[in-house]
T-cell receptor, first 113, second 115 residues
Framework: SQTIHQWPATLVQPVGSPLSLECTVEGTSNPNLYWYRQAAGRGLQLLFY??????ISSEVPQNLSASRPQDRQFILSSKKLLLSDSGFYLC????????????FGSGTQLSVL | GENVEQHPSTLSVQEGDSAVIKCTYS??????FPWYKQELGKRPQLIID?????GEKKDQRIAVTLNKTAKHFSLHITETQPEDSAVYFCAASRGYGGSQGNLIFGKGTKLSVKP
């Protein structure tokens, strides 16, 4: 069966510090991978998605970037965090071939102070 | 692009009552409509989904209906229980690869079931 791992679960970072969140998927090959952000009490905002290694599409221009160095690894990064980057970050995957069902990781609660 | 509107934003019901959450979508080419449940501090989890060739789908106390002509779909929860309390998200997509296959989510409905 497929599983998705996301870490860390919580993170407190000062403004201007770098960020690296990692997500890995097991039990499937060539998944579509996604990063979503959820501000407190708000909806799910798609940040980045990837259909393959090195292929990243950005949905919202911002202070963040994403990379996919391996087939089942997706990384969210920032060189300098802003207060507005605080939120609940969720990694997700779907099957590549016609897969609409989205499966989410457990999320990272990021607080930028 | 697709736009999904979800109502109400908050919903409070008594235990045992029914709850209905409604969503409308703008892209007539959308053909896949899932619903996710997110408990506080947890990940969203798929609870039911429907495709455009089906008008209704049921799974125990949960049902989803789709009206393609009006471009709206609804989640129905019967005999609500306190553990149904959560935020519910609807979503829509064209259901194939590339950016057009990406799910577009509604803003969510916070459901509170009072014992």
């Amino acid at each position: 069966s497929q599983t998705i791992h996301q870490w860390p679960a919580t993170l407190v970072q000062p403004v201007g510090s770098p960020l690296s969140l990692e997500c890995t998927v097991e039990g499937t090959s060539n998944p579509n991978l996604y990063w979503y952000r959820q501000a407190a009490g708000r909806g799910l905002q798609l940040l980045f998605y990837s259909v393959g290694i090195g292929q990243i599409s950005s949905e919202v221009p911002q202070n963040l970037s994403a990379s996919r160095p391996q087939d089942r690894q997706f990384i969210l990064s920032s060189k300098k965090l802003l207060l507005s980057d605080s939120g609940f970050y969720l990694c997700a995957w779907s099957a590549y071939a016609g897969g609409e069902k989205l499966f989410f990781g457990s999320g990272t609660q990021l607080s930028v102070l | 692009g697709e736009n999904v509107e979800q109502h109400p934003s908050t919903l409070s019901v008594q235990e045992g009552d029914s709850a209905v959450i409604k969503c409308t979508y703008s892209d007539s080419a959308s053909n896949y409509f899932p619903w996710y449940k997110q408990e506080l501090g947890k990940r969203p989890q798929l609870i039911i989904d429907i495709r455009s060739n089906v008008g209704e789908k049921k799974d125990q106390r949960i049902a989803v209906t789709l009206n393609k002509t009006a471009k709206h779909f609804s989640l129905h929860i019967t005999e609500t229980q306190p553990e149904d309390s959560a935020v519910y998200f609807c979503a829509a997509s064209r259901g194939y690869g590339g950016s057009q296959g990406n799910l577009i989510f509604g803003k969510g409905t916070k459901l509170s079931v009072k014992p």
